[in-house]
């Protein structure tokens, strides 16, 4: 199976060739990745009316379990808050209150609030990605995720789609493999 095909009836080109259906951190980090792994992200337009995942794969094609989401989890330790990126494939739910509450070290955990979401990422809701996220950030990759032989994720733009290998998934920046992250 072609990393790309998980896109359904969809065409994919390489994402470095239309950085105009990529979210600005999304390009730069791609850019950072090498040439080898770059090569592997494809991209491809979409209606950004059917950027959630529902809605895209039966629009398009695209398997649910083809599909990979990320969550942006906040965790809180008295006043400090700190930020972790979880990817589990579209059919599961990301463990919060357990997994990643204590990997965060957190007394609390929940999903960040949408507008802090965009803010901190500088990316748009509805197409966060584990791809250009900030430094600090663990990246939480369900194991599930990281064995697909392809995922489509978001590219940080809701107009567009990714696709990629889940093992690419896997040696992103700040990338963990989890095991039962996905629920």
Known sequence: MSAWSVLGSLHAVPALDRPDLLGEPVAHALKLLGPADAALVGVAEIDPGL???????????????????????AGRRGETVSYA?????????ADV??????????????????DDAVAITG????GITPIGLPDDWPVLVDAAVAAAPAVVIGSGVRHSKLALPGVLAARLPGAEVVDGLGR
């Open 85 to 93: 990126a979880c990817l589990v494939l579209a059919t599961t739910r």
């Open 97 to 114: 209150n357990g997994l990643v509450r204590k990997r965060l070290n957190a007394r609390k955990a929940s999903f960040a609030p949408m």
């Open 51 to 73: 950027a959630d995942t529902a809605a895209f794969c039966e629009a398009y094609g695209s398997p649910l379990d083809g599909s990979a989401n990320c969550v942006v989890v």
């Open 123 to 126: 990316m748009e809701y509805g």
